[in-house]
C-alpha cells in the first residue's frame, strides 16, 4: 500500500541514455507517486543501475526528463535523495558512528548530528555497535550502517541499487522487514533494484521490469502487508511475474487472463505493454 508520505513524486519522461553508439534506455516512462515503493528488475545488464544513477543525478540523461514533485530537475544530486548500493561503502578509518553521521553533513550542530545518528543506529538495532569500526561487523550489519546512514536525514527518496544482494537469505530477510518498517515509518519513496523476484513482491507496491531499454511490465502488487511468502497468492505472483522477466510471457500472458477474476480484489495486474520481440 502507498504510504500518505512526505516521500517525493518522481515522474520520468521518454529517458534515454546512451554511451556512445550503445543506447541503453530508450524512452522509459514512469510516474511513481510520494511514498511508493517500486521494484526494478530486468536481466543484468539491461539498464537498471544506469536508469537509478540518472535519477539520482549521478549521470545526465541523452534525453527525456525527470520531475521531483512536478518540477523539472536540474542535472545534479539532489540532497533529499539517498542511495545504497550491493556493498556498504563504509569509510574503514572512521567508526560506525562517524559513518552514520556521514549521512548528515552540512548539519550545523555536532550534537545534533551525533545524537541523531544515534537514534537511527537504534532503529536498525546497532546502536551498541556504535563505537566499533566497520571491519568487525558483519555483512548485515555492515548493510545496516549504510541503511542508517543513508536515512540519517530523513530523505524524502530512498534508491537502492540491490543493497541484499550479497546477503545469505536469512539475513536478507531480516533486512527486507527493517527496511519495510522503516519505510512505513518513514514514508520515503523507495526504488529498489534487485534480481529477486520474491524480495519485488514482498517489499514492493508495484514491480516494473526493464526490457530492450524500455519498460515491458508494470504490475502492482496489492497484496496485504506483511506479506506472508508460504501464502498461495504470493507465491503465485512471484511465479508469474518470473515467467514474465525469463521471457515466457506468452504463457504469463494467457495465465493473466484466465485468473483475472480469481485475483481481482487480492492483487491486480497491469501489463502496461508487453514487448513483442
Ligand atoms: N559509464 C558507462 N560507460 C559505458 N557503458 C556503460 C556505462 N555504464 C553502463 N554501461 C553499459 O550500460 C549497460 C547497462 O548497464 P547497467 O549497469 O545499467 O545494467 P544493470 O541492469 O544494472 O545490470 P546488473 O543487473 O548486472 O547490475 C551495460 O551494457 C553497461 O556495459
Ligand atoms: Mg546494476
Redesign the pocket.
Known sequence: MTNQAKGMKLNIEGLRKS??S?T?LQGIDLEIQPGEFVAIV??????????LRLIAGLDTPSGGDILLNGKYTQQRINPTMRMMFQDARLLPWQRVLANVELGLLGSNSKIYAKQTALQVLREVGLEDRAHEWPSVLSGGQRQRVALARALASKPSVLLL??PLGALDALTRIEMQQLLERLWKEQGFTALL?T?DVEEAVVLADRVVL?ENGQISMNVKIDLPRPRARGDAKFARTVERILDRVMGKQESLHQELLQSEKELIGESSYYLNSINAA
Do not use: P
Open positions: 554511451f556512445g550503445k541503453v530486468g536481466r543484468s545488464g539491461c539498464g537498471k543501475s544506469t536508469m541499487d540491490e533494484i534480481h526493464i
